[in-house]
């Protein structure tokens, strides 16, 4: 949304932007100043300087050990491994650039080259069976924080090769065979589109635009066949959503490849629309995380994020 749409949209649009401006959190500050009001140059280096230095991610980093790497699996440690602390640093809007990151870089990539990863894949009625989503995170992020090195361009090849033709991806074991999955598409096709937008590949742009064409006839969230939505999931909103999918992730990802005025995405604008609260902002209707220290067995994040609606 640019500072125009937000003020065709009312005062309640605008209140809630010098709202988020006031908060004490700097990666809230500079999403809406970079995201919404298109602020650039020094001004918005600033406020990622500040995103380093802020208490979330002091908590986030708080488990690094000497080497600069975290005690656990890069993946499987659900929310606190390599993968996601890097997932979430991009998220925030931390600085680019940073060698401080490079170990839990080479934690992911490591794994993701690894025996173990690679034998996980294989075929499923002759189509590629792929974790696009973890193939996905791993490319955005490195390359939102200008940590991605030639194996980063590998695993862009990876996701390209294992496209099925129907425009999306799938990892599931059981599967028909026939479509893909949302959620194992969406992030891949946010990946792809920030590479094809950071190293103007037509490879990767072509990608793309299969990807989108896939949510786009679905509308984002609805069956081809009947219309029906597809998961109940994807009609709730949720932050971070980490490898899950809804309509405002997907909202996200198709603005950031320069599609969200397509006619097909109104019904989920509505859809969003019709979710706003009183003053202005939006409800988290779910969460995927557990707020704690404790090593619980899943779903473990170091950063409380918000009170969700769950909580009552």
Known sequence: MSSASAEEDGPRAVGLLDVLLRSDEPSIRLQVRAGVQGAEGAEVAGLQELVRASPRVATLLSERRADGTIDAHPYRAKWYGAHWTLVTLAELGY????????????????????????????????????????????????????????RVETLVERLRQAQWPDGGWNCDRNASGRCSSFTESLIP????????????????????????????????????????????????????????????????????????????????????????????????????????????????????????????
């Open 95 to 150: 600085p680019a650039g940073d060698d401080s990151l490079t170990p839990l870089r080479e934690q992911t990539l490591q794994w993701l080259f690894s025996a173990e990863y690679l034998d996980s894949l294989g075929k499923i009625h002759g189509l590629p069976r792929l974790h696009g989503s973890i193939e996905g995170n791993a490319v955005w992020a490195l390359l939102t924080l200008g940590l991605a090195d030639e």
């Open 189 to 312: 096709l946010r990946a792809l589109s920030l590479h094809n937008r950071t190293r103007s590949d037509p490879r990767s742009l072509a990608v793309v635009e299969r990807a989108l064409a896939m949510f786009l006839r679905r509308r984002l969230y609805r069956r081809i066949g009947d219309g029906a939505i597809i998961h109940p999931s994807f009609v709730e909103l949720h932050y971070p959503c980490y490898w899950h999918y809804d309509i405002l992730f997907a909202l996200v990802v198709v603005a950031e490849a320069g599609r969200v005025r397509d006619d097909r995405c109104s019904e989920a604008l509505e859809l969003l629309e019709s979710k706003r609260l009183p003053d202005g902002g939006f409800p988290a209707e779910h969460r995927y995380y557990r707020a704690t220290r404790a090593m619980v067995p899943s779903q473990r994040s170091l950063v409380d994020w918000a009170v969700s609606a769950v909580d009552g």
